[in-house]
C-alpha cells in the first residue's frame, strides 16, 4: 500500500460562493492537498455550478493544485479551456466519452492530469484498456450532481476491486473517492487504499475546517495503518 500520505479535497460546492476567495484561502490554510471544483451543466446532471472565469477566479487566489471534476456531457469542447483555466488535474465522467482513450491523451497533452470518473452504477472494468492513460481514477460515492447526500457503500468494494486492477497492470493511478465523505466513513476508504478523499459538507460546514480536515486524514490513514498491520475488518 501507498506510503505517501492521504490527501483531502475540499469540495467548494459546500462552500460559502458570495464569499468563494476567502472560503478558499481558508481551506488551504487548513491543509487542503487540492481544491474541488465541480463543474455541472445542468444535462449531465441536473444542476449548473461553475464555468471557467470562476476556476481562474479561484486559481488567482490558491497555490493548492485545482481537481476540477467536470459533471458535462462531450467534455472535450471544454478540455483547453478549463486547463488554460488552472485545472491541474482535469477529470471527466467515463459516461459522457465517446472516445475515452483519445480524451484523456487530450488532457495529457495539454499539461494537465487526467481523470476519469465513474458513477456508482459504472463497472471499474470499462477501465482495463485505458488504465496507462489515467493520472487519476475518481470513484463516486453518491450519483453526481448534488451535495450532501449519503455515501453509497459499494464505492468501498469498487476501490478495492480497482487497486487490484491497476496493480496488475502496474499502474498506481490516485484513487479519489467523492461523495458523502466525512469523517465516519473515512477510515473504511483509508482501509480499501484511497488517496485523496473529497469532502464538500463535512469540511464547509464545519466549524473548524482544520479541525474536518485533520480528523478525516488521521481517520483514513488510521484505516491504512490498520490495513498494513494486517489487522482484520470487522
Ligand atoms: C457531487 C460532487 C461532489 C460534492 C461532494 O456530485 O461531485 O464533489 O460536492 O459533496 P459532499 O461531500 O457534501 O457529499
Ligand atoms: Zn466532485
Redesign the pocket.
Known amino acids: 500500500m501507498s506510503t505517501s500520505r492521504i490527501k483531502i479535497a475540499p ?1 467548494i ?2 462552500a460559502d460562493f458570495g464569499r468563494l476567495a476567502e472560503e478558499v484561502v481558508a481551506v488551504e490554510r487548513s491543509g487542503a492537498d487540492y481544491i ?1 471544483v ?1 463543474v455541472m451543466d445542468g444535462c449531465f ?1 441536473p444542476q449548473i455550478t461553475i464555468g471557467q472565469p470562476v476556476v481562474e477566479a479561484v486559481k488567482a487566489c490558491s497555490n493548492t493544485p485545482l481537481d476540477v ?1 467536470l ?1 458535462i456531457v462531450d467534455p472535450d469542447r471544454y478540455l483547453e479551456s478549463f486547463v488554460e483555466a488552472g485545472a491541474a488535474v482535469l477529470t471527466v465522467h467515463l459516461e459522457a466519452c465517446t472516445h475515452l482513450h483519445r480524451t484523456l491523451a487530450t488532457i495529457r497533452s495539454l499539461g494537465a492530469r487526467a481523470g476519469v470518473a465513474l458513477n456508482p452504477a459504472t463497472s471499474f472494468e470499462q477501465l482495463r484498456w485505458v488504465i496507462e492513460e489515467v493520472d487519476l481514477v475518481l470513484v463516486m460515492s ?1 450519483n ?6 449519503k455515501f453509497i457503500d459499494s464505492a468501498l468494494r469498487k476501490v478495492d476491486a480497482l487497486r487490484a486492477l491497476c496493480a496488475q497492470h502496474g499502474v498506481f493511478p490516485e484513487i479519489e473517492v ?4 466525512s469523517a465516519k466513513n473515512a477510515e473504511a476508504f483509508g482501509r480499501v487504499g484511497v488517496d485523496v478523499l ?5 469540511i464547509f460546514r464545519a466549524a473548524d475546517y482544520a479541525q474536518a480536515i485533520d480528523e478525516i486524514r488521521a481517520k483514513a490513514q488510521l484505516g491504512r495503518t490498520l490495513v498494513d498491520q494486517g489487522v482484520e475488518v470487522v
Request: negative net charge; proline residues 4%; charged residues 10%.
Open positions: 469540495s460546492l459546500a474541488h465541480d446532471v471534476h459533471m453518491v453526481p450532481g448534488f451535495g450532501g447526500q467523492d461523495g458523502g465523505v473529497v469532502a464538500g459538507t463535512a
